[in-house]
């Protein structure tokens, strides 16, 4: 079944630690995303990739990285997590139709990640 | 201004009774259009795409999408319990791939 899968779903870690947010999907699809939301708040973009060795930033300002040497896999990494970190980390991905008329998004289940 | 705006809410409708969801947007030359449902907790899911004016319906849900007024709604018909959450729109500019989310309206439907 296509689906976009994200690991681990909750993540509770200390100051100072490198860590990493993995992201897959199988879908088939050429773009992916990342999101971070606060409880109760707007989905603010922090990279997207367009296709293998593609990454841009986002509209957010991000400490984080990513990369995307696989078509279905998009991991995001924090090199040294900070309690400003703690959030909910989401990954989207969509396909381009030819005229790009359509980028319907679709969402894995989310990180949940606490630093303390 | 906000390339997206919403009312926050709460909308409140009783069960059973149309739910009225509004966005509008501010790039005239936006070309893609999507409702997302987003319950407290869980990720946002698809629920609607529209790409041109009118209407168009799937089940309880229609969107409509006005382009010269800048608008587009979604409408929940014979509203349930289980509709209450937050419900973002979305707008893919056009010339450009990126989607911009709305801040959401939550709705609660009261049984």
């Keep these: 079944e296509a689906d976009i899968y994200q690991t681990p779903r909750y993540l509770v870690i200390g100051t100072g630690k490198k860590i990493t947010l993995e992201c897959s999907q ?16 707007e989905l603010h973009l922090i990279h997207y990739s367009y296709g293998v060795n593609s990454t841009e930033k986002g509209d957010l300002s991000s400490e984080s990285t990513v990369s995307r040497i696989r078509t279905e896999h998009f991991p995001l990494t924090l090199e ?8 909910q ?3 989207a991905s969509s396909d381009s139709i030819a005229g790009g ?9 989310g990180t949940r990640l606490t630093v303390l | 201004q906000k390339e997206v ?13 149309i739910a009225s ?5 501010s790039d005239r030359g936006s070309q893609s259009f999507f409702w997302y449902r987003q319950y407290s907790g869980k990720s946002p899911e698809l629920i609607m795409s529209i790409y041109s004016n009118g209407d168009k319906e799937d089940g309880r849900f229609t969107a409509q999408l006005n382009k010269a007024s800048q608008y587009v709604s979604l409408l929940i018909r014979d509203s349930q319990p ?8 979305a707008v893919r500019r056009g010339g450009y791939q990126k989607v911009t989310f709305g801040t959401g ?5 009261i049984p």
């Design chain 1, 26 to 41: 199988t879908m088939g699809h050429d773009k992916m995303y990342w999101y971070q939301q606060d409880p109760g708040m």
């Design chain 1, 80 to 87: 040294s997590a900070r309690p400003s970190h703690t959030s």
């Design chain 1, 89 to 91: 980390y989401l990954c």
């Design chain 1, 101 to 109: 008329s359509y980028n319907e998004q679709f969402f894995g289940p």
């Design chain 2, 5 to 17: 705006e919403q009312n926050s809410g709460p909308l409140s409708v009783p069960e059973g009774a």
């Design chain 2, 21 to 25: 969801l509004n966005c509008t947007y």
């Design chain 2, 82 to 89: 289980s509709d209450s959450a937050t419900y973002l729109c």
């Design chain 2, 105 to 109: 309206t939550k709705l609660q439907v």
